[in-house]
């Protein structure tokens, strides 16, 4: 017999064998490896793309809530090159809003000229502003026709209009001149440790639920929409008056008009507010007297109530009043 040529024995059987077991086992921990790992790579990429779709759909949703007006625009040439575009610009939307850039084009016979400038207008819910821009069109001259847009941070265009657009709904033939934002009502709390700084002015909390366990304010926002566009002025004796009628006893509390300084604080005494033509003014009620500032107010709970704004005062040179109602509120 030789040996030599039989297979090499171990206590478990040739070795042959044992590696052919080794190998297996190498190659079922790399299979399982590999599919960890691209289960892995799939469940992590599956939930980036939900994550990108949820974004996605948030901004689509914030872009088509953004309203931006903006009316009343004025072209004028100051220099060669240069158009100067003077316009109102208010947001109408319950989100804050950013304006980036302006365009500009220019129309005379066959020739047509566009320009735009950079911006950087920044505008939270119910503020109105009136800048003057200044776009860059090479060879533009005064005569010719101009036209005009912006462009939001969200993407969306906004066209400038020469004359603020009514809709003939917005104010009812002989019922008054002033306009109220309805999905725009709006009440404040006052800042902790403070009588008279209301918080998160100007923004503060749009609904029409209002918590009765502290004292509040209400803003609403108005526009003069006057057919011959005269300037309207209300005086310290206009008010929101809040009427419960379901209770044990019916009764009614009202917040007079206050001014408010850009900081939320409350001015002591009340000057005279002013409605321009077209433009939306945020004007809010707080005091429980006439033309001073006094103590702070509050409804009781569990009651549904009927607001009717009292406005008084002048329209152009002769006196004015208008009672607004349509707005139901609920204490809780």
Known sequence: MIRGLLPRKTRFGSSKGISTVVGTIFLVLAVFTISTSIFLYTLTQNMLYNQAVKESHQLDLDRFSERIVAYNTNYSVPQAGKVEVKVIISNQGPLSAQIITAWVTW???????????????????????????????????????FNGWLVTARGNLVALEEKKVIVTASVAYGVGSIMMDLYNFRYYKYKSGTSNVLDKYPQGTVSFYIPSSDPVA?????????????????????????????????????????????NGTIAPRYSSVSLKYGEPTLIIFASSSCLTFTQQRKMRSGEPAAVNLLLHGTIGDELYGQNIPFVSLYFN
């Open 218 to 262: 209400f803003g609403v926002t108005l526009t003069n929409f006057d057919e011959h566009q005269r300037m309207i002025t209300l005086d310290p004796n206009s008010l929101l008056w809040v009427i419960v009628p379901v209770s044990d006893v019916p009764h009614s509390v009202w917040w007079y008009i206050v001014n408010v300084y850009p």
């Open 107 to 145: 129309t005379y016979g066959n020739d047509r000229k566009y320009g735009s400038q950079t911006l950087n207008i920044n505008l939270n819910p119910g503020d109105t502003v009136t800048p003057t821009i200044e776009v860059t069109v090479p060879g533009v001259l005064p005569a010719g026709v």
